[in-house]
């Protein structure tokens, strides 16, 4: 009987059908030279290298070198699971632990409560109210109703009984001067409502009104309207409430048929509330078009802590410092200063009766004196004078009175 020799340490050992023993995990050499001899009951070969143990032991190795290939088997399972926990253990110490961190320190830094302010401060917020609002009324051009109907100097509202309005109605030419106002303008034609203008004119938005620009004055307040199809003189005096008879004669009409695509004159009509805000330009824009969260609504509310009743100017719009500021709504930077209350803030002319003002910033880009639209960066997100996080503070006024913001934003 022939002896056959191992080489290596983990091989599983496997008797044949003749009772000998085979080895599959064998050297090159030995796996190319190994024969059966199955006639013989034996292993032949031709070239063997290593121990040369008895066939008796043969089964006990067998049964050593399959324990020891299991348990290096295992050794690599072991080592391989340890080395993906460990990866995973090194993840999320270096980028998961740090980025939940950062977002909870966001959050707080970035949340805003209303103030406990001492005496001192509040008087100061009071003396920077009134400036304000006296401000506001500097160089206060336009005095009309959120309707559009002209105000007289004692603030009641023109009418075309009040100016002696006649029935006829002719147009004539005006070229807008230096100082000009739509309402200026109306007033002094006589006019009681500044639709009259706006619509007589396709004026789009009256903040693009330009000394040198030339204007179709009506003498009677009343809009331009383009005849549809369908349209009946009875349908036209009740959508806009007037008469048949002032219709056929504002236009001179000695027949009640009607021309698709004929302008009418309709005396007295004005336009809607919604046209008039969009011609006046009294939709603003977000001043912050970056993410960011109301944290306080305009008008009464109590402290949070003391549970006083207190009156909050604006809104509140929380994010993270730095975030760019724009105007929300074109005009000109008034002014540009410090107040212990708002920090660093800008105020904005816009016309018309509207000013505004953005508080707490962390810097301030605009500079007095500068012409702003929509797209202008006037300043940046801080948490400047009373403030406990980063936010923008946003006031309106109108005529020198407070606005709620949310009601002039574009929705």
Known sequence: MEIISFVGSSAAVKKSSSGSFTIPRLTKNVAKNRVLNSSKGAVSSSSYTGFAPSLASQPAIAIALDKAYSKTERQFTFVGITKILSILVLFAVFVLVPYT?????????????????????????????????????????DRVDENGNVLAEDGSVLTAQSVGIGEAVTFQTYTVRAGDSISTISRKFGLSNIST??????????????????????????????????????SLSVKYHVSVEEILDANDLS??????????????????????????????????????????????????????????????????????????????????????????????????????????????LAKKGQEVDHNTKIGLVGSTGYSTGPHLHFTVYKNGNLVDPLSLLKK
């Open 255 to 364: 027949s009640e048929t009607l021309s698709k695509g004929s302008e009418l004159f309709i005396p007295g009509a004005k336009m809607d509330a919604s046209e008039l805000k969009k011609a006046m330009g009294e939709l603003f824009s977000y001043p912050i078009t970056a993410s960011w969260r109301l944290t306080s609504k305009f008008g009464p509310r109590k402290d949070p802590f003391t549970g006083v009743a207190s009156n909050h100017t604006g809104i509140d719009m929380a994010c993270p410092t730095g975030t760019p500021i724009k105007a929300a709504m074109s005009g000109k930077v008034v002014y540009v200063g410090w107040s212990n209350i708002f920090g660093n803030y800008v105020i904005i002319n816009h016309g018309n009766g509207y000013q505004s003002l953005y508080g707490h910033m962390s810097q301030t």
């Open 197 to 234: 203008l706006i619509a007589v004119n396709d004026i789009s938005n009256v903040r693009t009104l330009r000394s040198g620009q030339k204007l179709r004055i009506p003498s009677v307040d009343g809009l331009v309207y383009k005849v549809q199809a369908g349209d009946t003189l009875n």
């Open 101 to 141: 961190i950062f977002n909870l320190l966001s959050f707080v830094e970035n949340h805003t409560a209303p103030l406990v302010l001492d005496a001192s401060s509040n008087y100061e917020f009071e003396a920077l109210s009134g400036a304000m609002s006296r401000f506001a009324m500097v160089g206060l051009s």
